[in-house]
């Protein structure tokens, strides 16, 4: 459901980004408007603005090797149109509008000392304030990306890399399956100790194996449950895990497993993914339609969408694997 509504705001904020924030500074209280809507629809499924969410919107409309799902920050897009601009009026003097900036306000001072003038007009203020944005960064001619993607990236360079992006660049899996196991890395799915902070009275055991407390961790890393669907899975696609004992070690060599081209990396990026997003299902079932299924049949059904969902060259390396 929300990586569902997550798609269609993905092409609406593309929309806005392609189009308008190319031709207009779009002011930033509009920005904020469209930005509630689209927060609201992702976390609620409704039109309805409300603070609801598992994860901050900054971080959603962040790039993938900072944690972000890659929905476009119009906020940072916006401020690289701008310096887009900016850096237009710095090294092109061929435009009319170029030519008018530079005969009106800049009059042969060095671009980087103007000094903003009170009766500047809203737009050349808000150029000319964008000059910091862009005094590191290098364009690459080369490369066959438009300056305001580069500079959009370039403001992004100072967030920390998250560790786990290796499992969100070329998976395979469903994309509701990626997003799951996204909210999973987080620790932001909605498991009962969770929702137990938040002071709602729930059964606390968890509903796998009915003899712990539920959590993220104790799901995948302790549960006899889980535990039985994965080995099966390794064992079906012939990849032997490092012990651990808690969930930062479990994570490393899920990382560790999933880095790299490799058709081996990319079948267990595709079979964690797809593990993680069915045992939530799995719990989820149990909870709210009081059905259950057995470890057996939940990894044979993973065994199955990951061979349909695997690429042909993955399939080449998988061939041997019996669905
Ligand atoms: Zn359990």
């Known amino acids: 459901m929300q990586e569902e ?19 207009f500074i779009i002011p930033s209280k509009v920005i904020k408007l469209i930005d509630a809507h689209c927060r609201s629809y992702v976390w609620s499924g409704t039109n309805t603005i409300t603070k609801k969410a598992l994860v901050a919107w900054e971080r959603v409309c962040s790039p993938k090797s900072v944690g972000g799902l890659n929905l476009i920050n119009l906020h940072s897009w916006n401020k690289a149109a701008i310096a887009k601009h900016c850096w237009d009026l710095e090294h092109k003097q061929d435009k009319l509008w170029i030519k008018w900036v530079h005969s009106y306000y800049i009059k042969r001072t060095p671009f980087q000392e103007v000094i903003i003038s009170q009766q500047a007009c809203w737009m050349v203020k808000k150029i000319l304030e964008a000059r910091q944005v862009y005094s590191q960064f290098q364009p690459i001619v080369l490369q066959n990306k438009s300056m305001i993607r580069q500079l959009y990236f370039h403001l992004f ?9 290796c499992l969100m660049f070329q998976n395979f899996a469903r994309p509701k399956a990626v997003f799951t196991m996204w909210l999973q890395l987080q620790n932001r799915l909605n498991t009962t100790d969770r929702l137990k902070k938040w002071g709602l009275d729930i059964e606390l055991k968890c509903v796998l194996c009915r003899l712990h407390l539920q959590s993220r961790d104790h799901m995948y ?21 490092a012990p651990y004992n808690n969930w930062s070690q479990y994570v490393l060599g899920i990382i560790d497993a999933a880095k790299g ?49 695997a690429s042909q060259k993955t399939m080449q390396a998988i061939h041997h694997l019996d669905c």
């Not at 997550?6 to 924030?21: D, P, R």
């Open 221 to 241: 890393t302790r549960c006899p449950y889980s535990q039985q669907v994965w080995s099966k899975l390794l064992q079906w696609i012939q990849f032997v895990q």
């Open 157 to 165: 360079r100072p967030q920390q890399r998250v560790p786990w992006k």
């Open 261 to 309: 081209k490799t058709p081996t990396a990319q079948i267990f990026k595709l079979v964690y993914t797809e593990y993680v997003y069915a045992i939530w299902i799995e719990r989820n079932h149990r909870i709210f339609e009081k059905d259950s299924r057995t470890w057996e049949s939940l990894a044979r059904e993973i065994a199955y969408i990951c061979c349909v969902r």
């Open 5 to 23: 509504c997550m798609q269609l705001v993905q092409s609406v904020l593309f929309g806005i980004q392609a189009y308008w924030a190319q031709l």
